[in-house]
C-alpha cells in the first residue's frame, strides 16, 4: 500500500461505497499492478509533489482516480504530445505518461515515435495486452495473428497486419535511453516489472533521458479466460511474439544532460532581443509627397521572384514610417519564392493606410515585360513607370499621361559587379523621378538596412546613386 | 529495507470487500497460504480469497500480485485486525495535497519606444513575447510559418521553448499540456492545420486550459490555396470541435492591432480558462507596416488549477472526462454561464462615421481595409456610408451596432468568404431579438480573392441610387 495513491477515490463515482477503494478494473487485469508498481516507485524515489501523470483514453483512462500525484487528462493517443507540453513548462516535472496499445501503437504513433526522438526525461509505461479493452474486445495493432476479437471475429489475418512490436521499434530509435519489455504472469516477471518501472523514472529523476517500458499484461475478461489462464496465456502465447527482456539500455554512458534554464522576463533583455529601440531615426523630409497625392501614394514594385522588388518595397515602407507617414507593404508571391511572379504593393498614407492594396498604383517599377504589361495599363494617369530597360526593349503603347522611363537597372547593376542590385538602381531611380522623399532619407533606411553587411553598404550606396543618374540621363536632365 | 531484517516482516491482510476474487495471490503464495474463497461477499458479489497464514513467513510476494491498491495489504501492527475497518485504517480524505493559491501576473512598465516596422505575423509573435509567452509549439503551414519562424529565433533567446510539433494534433495537445500547466504559451496555423486542431481545442475548452490560437485564413475548401480568406470564421465561431464549445475570436486588421490583440488574447484566454482564437487573413499575415509598442509587459504568474509539477499544484486534475450524466450537465453549464460573461462583457467593434451612416458596411480584418478606404472615398462624395468593424467575431458585437442598424437602409457584409461573416452577424441579431433587419447585400470573394475597395465603392453607390 502506498502513500502516492489516494487514500480514498473520491474522484471514482464520488468514492462512494467500495468505489472509494476499489479499481473500476475486472478481475485479474493488469492495470492494478502496474499502477501499484508505478506508485510504489514514485513514493521509493521521493517525487510525488512532481509527478505529473498523463492518463490515456482505454482501460487505464481513469488512472487520475487512483494517483494523488498532478493528473492531466490526454485525448486518445495524445498523451506524449501532452507529456512534452508538460515537461518544457516545467522540466522539474517528472512526467509520466501511461498507455495502452490502442492509444500508442495505433491512434498516437505520430505522437510516441516523435516523443521518443526528441527523447526528453520522460517515463512511457506501455500496456500490451493485445485487445481494446475499454470499447469491447477489439482488434489492437498488437492483437496476435489468428487472435480473435471483435473487430477480427474470425481471427486475425494477414490483411488485418502483424502485431506491431513497439519495445523493438522504440529500443532501435536514438533518442530513449533505456527500453525494456516486462510482463506479469509470475513473481519472477513482476520483481522485474517492478524494477523496470522504478528504473524508468529514476533515469528521469536523474535528468537521463527517456525510458520506454512496455508490459505485456492480462486482459481476462475480453481474452474470456480466467485470470490463472490469462497469465499462462502470455507466457505461452504472446512472449513468444513479444520476446521481454531489454531492448536498450545507455544508463552507464549517459551522463546528466537535460537542463533548461527558466525563462526570463527581463525588461530590458526582452526589448534587446525584440529588437524595440528608443532612439529615434533621422528625419529628412519636409513634407508628404502631396505632389504625388494628397493624402495616399500607391505605389507597386513588380518583376520575378529574385528580382529584389520586395526588398525595395520594404526599403519604400521602412523610408515611409521614419519619416512620420503610415505605410503598409504587401508581398504577393507566385507558387514558388524563386523564379514566379513576385509583385508588392506599397501605399504611403499622411494619416492611415486604408486600403492596403495597389491595383491602380501611382507608381510602378517593373523589373520585367511580363511585369509591365499587366499593370502598366492600370498606372493613375499622371502616374509615373520606371522599367528596366535592359530587358524590356520596346515599351507596350500605354496612356501618354502616364510617364514612362527606361532604366537600364541590371546593365548599370552588372557594371557594378553585382547584378543583384538593379533593384537599388530601381529604387534610385524613382526616388530622382518621382522625389517621393529625398535621397539621404533613403540612404539612411539602407544603411539601417545593411548594418550587419557593412561589406555591402559602398555597393549599394553607388547603385542607388547610379539610378538617380541613369534617371537624369534618361530624361536628358528634363525631369520628363 | 533495513528495518525488515531486524524485526518480522509483516503478513498480508484483506479486507474481504476490496477484493475481486482473481486469485493472482494464489499462485504467487510460495507456501500455498491462500486459496480461493467459497462464500460470496454480500457487498461485492465476488468471493474473496481466504488467508491461512500458520506458515507465512512474511515474503511479501502475494502483495506483489494483487492488483487493487487496497486488496492484499501489510498487515498493520497493535491493532485487532478482527474490529479493523476501512474508514479507520485508510482515512477520510481523499488527498493530502495543499490548497494552491494564484501567483499573480505582473505588469512591467516600458520606456517610451520608437514605432517598430513588423510584418503582421511578426508583430503578433512580438506581442506574444510581451504577453510572456516564452513557449511555442506548431507546425510550418503557408503562410502563418513566419510567426513561428521569429518565435524560433528569439524564444530560445529569452530560454523560451519553441517545438516543431509532429502534426497540428500534436500541437493542439502539447498545448494543452503547457497550458495545463498553466504557462502562456501558443501557436501559429493556417485553415488546414486549424482544422487539425479542432478536437484539441474542444479537449482544451472542456478541461478549461487557456491557449492562443493565431489561423492565418487562406483559400479552401482543402488544399486550396495560399491566398487570403475568411473561410474559417463558421470554424472559429461555430465549430470549435464537438460539443458545446465557444471562445474569444479575435480580428486584427492592421500589424498593430496583431500585436494588441494577441497581448489581449493571452489576458482573455487566462481570465476566462478557455482557448482564445485570432484569425486573419493571409494578407495581413504578410503585411508589414508600423507597429507601436505597448507602455508594459507581462511577467505571467501561475494559476493555482494548474498541473505544474510541482508541491503546491499536485492535487490538481485537468480532465474533460465527466462520466455521470448529471455532473456533465452542470458542467456545460458552467461553460454556458462562462459564455454568457464573454458575450456580455466582451464584445469589441470599431465605428467608422457609423453615427449618421444610411449605408453600414460590415466588415473585418483586411477586407475592412479596403472598406474603410471605400467609406472615405464615398464620403468624400456625400454618400452617408459607414464600417461597422467587428473585433471580436465571436462574441459578435451586437450590442454597438443596434444603433447603426436602426437608422440604416441597408447593410453591406464585404468578405472573403460566403457569408460567415454575415451568419454570425444574421445570428448574433436574431439572439439579441432584434426584428427588423435592414436588407443584407454583399460584396464577396473567394478563393484567394480579396474584395477591393473599388467594387465596395460601386455597389454602395448602386445601392445608393447613384451614377457609378
Redesign the interface.
Known sequence: MSSVFFERFERHAHGEGLKGHSTHYCPGCGHGLIHKYLAEAIAELGVQDRTVAISPVGCSVFLYYYLDVGNTQAAHGRAPAVAIGHKVANPNAIVVAYQGDGDLASIGLAEIMQACQIGLPMTFIFINNAVYGMTGGQMAPTTLAGMKTTTTPTGRTRLTGEPLKMAEIIGAMDGPVYVERCALFDNKQRVRAQKAIKKALRLQVEDKGLSFVEILSECPTHWKLTPAEAEKWVKEKMVPIFPLGVKKDLEAETERWFNLDPPQFDSARVLDVIGAVSRAPARFGEAFPSHIDAKDVAIKFAGAGGDGAQTIAMLTTRTAINEGFDSTHIPSYGPESRGGTSYADVHIATGEVLSPASPQPHILVAFNPPSLEKFGPHVQPGGIIIYDSSVVPTPPELDPNVQMVGVPCAQIAKQLGKVMVKNVVALGAMQAATNLFPRESFLATIRDALQKQSALLALNEEAFACGGTAYEEATNGTGA | MASTKTKERPKPFL?P??C?????C???CPKDCIEMGTEIHP??G?TPVVLDLEVCNGCG?CL????????L??APADVDLELLE?ETL????????PTPEPIPDVR??????????LKGTHASA?GA??A?C??F?GYPITPSTEGAELLAK?LP?????F?Q???E???V???????????R?MTFTSSPGFSLML??IS?MIG?EVPGVFFDVMRGGPGLGNIGPEQGDIKLACRGLGHGNTHAVVLAPST?QEMLDLTMNAFDLAFKYRNPVILVSDG?LG?????VQ?PSY?I??GLPEWA?????A?????????F??EADLEQHNIHLLEKYDQIIHDEQRADLFHCEDAEWVIVASN?PA??A???V?QLRDRGVKVGLFRPITLWPFPIDALTRPLQRASGLIVVEAGAGQLEDELRLAASHAGIQDIPPIHRVSHYGGV?P???EIVDTVTALAGGIV
Open positions: 479486507f470487500q476490496f475481486k476474487a482473481c486469485g493472482r494464489i499462485s504467487a457487498a461485492t465476488f510476494l506483489s500480485a494483487c492488483p487493487e491498491p487496497y486488496g495489504m501489510p476501512p485508510l482515512g477520510e480524505r481523499g488527498s493530502t495535497a512591467v512598465p516600458l520606456p517610451e519606444l520608437e514605432t517598430m516596422i512580438v513575447i510581451l510572456g516564452r513557449h509549439f528569439l533567446q529569452l530560454d523560451g521553448v517545438v510539433a509532429v502534426s494534433v500534436a500541437t495537445n502539447m498545448i494543452y499540456g503547457c497550458g495545463g500547466a498553466g504557462l504559451c478536437e484539441g479537449y478541461s500589424p494578407y504578410q503585411m508589414t507596416g508600423r509598442l509587459m511577467k505571467p498541473v505544474h509539477g510541482d508541491e499544484h499536485r492535487g490538481n486534475l485537468i480532465c474533460s472526462i462520466l455521470s483586411t481595409r479596403m474603410k478606404g471605400a472615405q480579396l477591393q475597395q473599388q
